[in-house]
């Protein structure tokens, strides 16, 4: 008897056990189970999910050849065989079937372990073999997953230009990638516990090792850096770092890390430390005071000069390389603020003040202060040099007092001459017409007024040296005192002609006499060095802060590189040129001292051969025609 049930599976040869509970357990387990009789595997019975993996049509009660033909050279006829011969089982691992597993008309790929049994009579004879499979189709695609995420990982790690490894919770190594393996030469099992020691410099071994073993027990990161015995023979430094790991429960599973080839950082290190080592030699044996500071003012160097001058070991303070205690009190808040403005706005300082030295004399010292740019722009802080000026100051003092003492001196017999000549020439130029006689009075009538501007000039120079320049502001019409000293200075000049553009009263506040002393030097200066031309112009005008005043000649021009220098004190442009004009070089330094203490500013543009045009502002005070 046999029954057939296409749906569900076979059962052959009327095996009346198979019936009932037993053969719809075995029809309906989740893995494929067949029931082979004999040494030929005549099918008993076999489930549906078996039908799919061995496939064919109808297996009924055939020997297993027949039945499934197209097995033939898979092998599995040969195990049935050797399983019946032998009476011991046999597993098959991740045996590949492809069927429509889902019923869905879709072929899939599954995989099965498969174990194939004796089964035997109440005798203990094997007469036949059952296979019974289990799916691990989910098993071996994660595996598969897992090996190639591991491959890919190797990629990764081998294309890094980094050394990675990988430690145990007792820190033996159990991977190092590509990249140690190349610069160490040796394969990945010398590396492997503690191999790769081996590859440290023996100097840093020890160093290295406490560190590493030291963090492993801590469970805490770790950086070390040292260098490692490469296998072309150089010395590489490497950074190494490492992070605790832990498995998804949490448990401590090891280390993971890396070293990172710092060589040229170390070297780059190195440099830069016997460069500052050089320049503290240098700094230190330089016989002024030299200091840095950071972008906080705070200091982070000074030389031994500066130490041995103070008689301190350190230099503590906020305010960069002034130190509230060895300043001179009077000195203090002017350059302590003009300190802070000018680190304010990184801009180069020169302030001269006095310091205590270690003997608890004040000496003059002259500061210089340049900020300090970095490569890429941004601004570190600033470095100084200062000198100690004292026998400067002092000679300049004795200089000063000499200048105000000689001018002084020379003032009164001049006054005297000059009255005296002026006397001479009223008398004489009614009572004779012996014109040489008035020429020559007149000659020496000149001459002594450029003698008394240069003892003024001198004067000034010499008060403004001392502090004693004061000012004597009124409030007046700045057009009327334009149009007086251009009528003077025009009486005076015989090739010239002054052109003055007015434009209205224009009122201010300042020391007519000092201003009136600006203009002229302008002018004197523009008719002086403007030989070949017969022309200045006096130009005004205003704005909502200030009036301007230029004065414009036609003459010899000045280089650009004089420009700012020839308002300096005793300074003259040096020329072939230049050499036939006579001068002192102090018009322009008083004259631009005058407008700064008026709040004003002077400068010059010019051009060489060309002309220039000296200017000066004075604050807007008020103006007259708005009465
Ligand atoms: P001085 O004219 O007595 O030498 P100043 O202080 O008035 O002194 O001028 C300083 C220098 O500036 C002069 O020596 C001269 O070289 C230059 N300078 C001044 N004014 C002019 C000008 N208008 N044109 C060309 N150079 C000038």
Redesign the pocket.
Known sequence: MQSQNEDIGYVAGGSSQFNGQLFHLLMEAPGPIALLRGRDGVCDVHNPQFQKLWGGANQSNLPMRQAWPHQERSGVFEMVEGVFDTGRPYHQYSYTSIAEWNDDGKAEQRYFDLVYSPYRNELGETIGVIIMGLDVTAKTNAHRQLAEQQLLFKDITDAAGTALWTVDTKGNIIFVNQTWLDWTGKPFKAHLGRGWIDFVVPEDRECVISSFLRDVNHKSQFHVDFRVLRKDKRLQWVAATGKPRYTINGEFAGYVGSCMDITERKKTEQLLRDSEERFRNIADSAPVLIWMTGTDKQITFVNKSWTEFAGINQLVGNIGHLHDDLLHPDDQALVVNSYIQAFEAHQEFYLEYRMRNRNDKYRWIGMKGIPRIGPDGIFEGYIGSGMDITEMKEHEQVKNDFIGMASHELKTPITSIKAYVQLLLTIYSKKTDDEFLLRSLSTVNKQINKLTRLITDLLDVSKMESGRLSLNSVEFDLHDLIKETVDEVQHTATQHDILYTPIGPLAVYADRDRIAQVIT??L???I???PDSDRVDVMVSTDTQAITIG?R?Y????NPE?QAK??NRF???EGRN?QT???????????AEIVRRHGGNVW?E?EKGE??V?YFTLPLYKDLTQD
């Open positions: 030097n302008f004197t200066n523009a002086k060095y403007s004065v000649d003459g010899i021009g000045i004089e020839i308002f300074y003259r442009v230049e004009f006579s001068g002192f070089g102090i018009g322009l330094y008083v004259a010059v010019s002309g220039s000296f």
